[in-house]
């Protein structure tokens, strides 16, 4: 899809009914001459009315599109999945399971576990690639999220999210158990490229940094200090305020297993911050590898 459909209006001018939807997903995931897992040999493929599936023209092998996609194992109608899909990239906030209940009129449980596999789906989309780089700052932090507020800083039920985010670029998200160093390093060292300049706050847990190959500058913020030259974590706290208001705002209460898949929805708008228009079609054109296919 070279554009968004961006007003609901275009939404259903493109996917105006079922069909459309189910053969949007063949067309991404196989498309015409499509060669047969069964027969090998690239066939036309006819649609099979009584299931959501096409069929080889030589060997009548079936293909199905939904198969790992978020809506492998649904009854609910593709076109509503679709349109979920659509509001979660129309919003800043993210989308309640009541809201998506209301005006999807599904269930409450249903729109719970669509909104819960749209967010791993755009975690999946997201990726996480390698940031930083020789000449490159990343700034890493971790915050708390959730909670009571009478547990303070690092109190009962908060969760603790580390984040590592390039500067002018992408961010990635990690839950982790606590802000020990060990729990924190091994993430870095997965997603920041050696000989990137890497800046924190005082926390001792950044201590070993410098010694992992890294450029290590500090702020010291428990002495009011948050930027010294170009060395800050502004970006980061910006994207935990989002993160944050998102959580409040919009679902009030995450529970601790859940939280890494709101951080990874966060992490999915503000890396297309300045590509929104290409959220849903990266979204309803990026599946995982085709899944063995059976009759
Ligand atoms: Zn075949």
Not at 10 to 39: I, M, W, Y
Not at 221 to 240: D, I, P
Request: proline share 4%.
């Amino acid at each position: 899809m070279a554009q968004k459909p961006n007003t609901i209006a275009a939404f259903f001018k493109r996917f105006p009914d079922e069909e459309t939807c189910l053969q949007h997903l063949f067309n991404v995931r196989f498309g015409q001459d499509f060669s047969c897992p069964k027969c090998e040999r690239p066939s036309k493929w006819f649609r099979i009315k009584a299931e959501r599936a096409y069929s080889c023209q030589w060997c009548g092998h079936h293909l199905h599109p939904t198969v790992g996609t978020p809506f492998e194992k649904t009854r609910t109608p593709l076109q509503l999945w679709f349109y979920a899909i659509f509001l979660f990239t129309t919003t800043r906030n993210g989308v309640a399971a009541k809201e998506l209940e209301r005006q999807l009129g599904v269930t409450y449980k249903t729109a719970w576990r669509m909104a819960d596999l749209i967010r791993k789906h755009m975690a999946d989309v997201d990726g996480d690639g390698i940031l930083g780089g020789a000449g490159k700052v990343v700034e890493a932090d971790e915050t708390f999220i959730g909670g009571h507020k009478a547990g303070g800083q690092g109190g009962k039920g908060k969760t603790v999210v580390f984040g590592m985010l390039e500067r002018g670029g992408h961010v990635v998200t990690e839950v982790v158990q606590n802000r020990r160093g060990d729990n924190l390093l091994p993430h870095v060292a997965d997603h920041v490229a050696p000989g990137s300049e890497i800046h924190t706050d005082e926390h001792r847990g950044y201590v070993d940094l410098a010694f992992e190959g890294y450029q290590h500058r500090k702020v010291n913020h428990s002495a009011g200090e948050y930027t010294r030259g170009n060395v800050s974590v502004n970006s980061l706290e910006g994207f935990w305020a989002q993160l944050k208001r998102s959580i409040q705002g919009t679902h009030i209460h995450v529970s601790p297993k859940h939280l890494w898949k709101y951080a990874k929805e966060a992490e999915f708008r503000f890396n297309r911050r300045s590509r929104p228009e290409t959220m849903l079609g990266d979204l309803l054109t990026t599946f995982g590898p085709l899944p063995q296919q059976s009759d």
